[in-house]
């Protein structure tokens, strides 16, 4: 299988991601295997106090939910 993006965020459902892998079969047909836990991406960005911020680099988010 041949790989087109590694650690790719792709929303989910309802405010929630998760990184994947993206491969591609000789057929043509293509997989998607998970790299990382079901995150609610908002949570990524909301201080302890409440307020929310900006996102934090993605390779961040990544290391913290990676499987």
């Known amino acids: 299988m041949k790989l087109i993006a590694e650690n790719q965020l792709v929303g989910t459902h309802g405010g929630f991601a998760v990184f994947r892998n993206l491969y591609e079969k000789p ?3 293509r997989v998607s295997v998970k790299t990382s836990r079901e995150f609610e991406t ?3 960005r909301t201080l302890p ?5 900006q996102y ?5 988010i990544f290391a913290k939910h990676k499987l």
Not at 56 to 60: D, G, L, T, V
Request: proline share 12%.
């Open 27 to 29: 057929d043509g047909s």
């Open 56 to 60: 934090p680099p993605q390779a961040k």
């Open 42 to 44: 908002q949570r990524e």
């Open 49 to 53: 106090d409440g307020r929310l911020t």
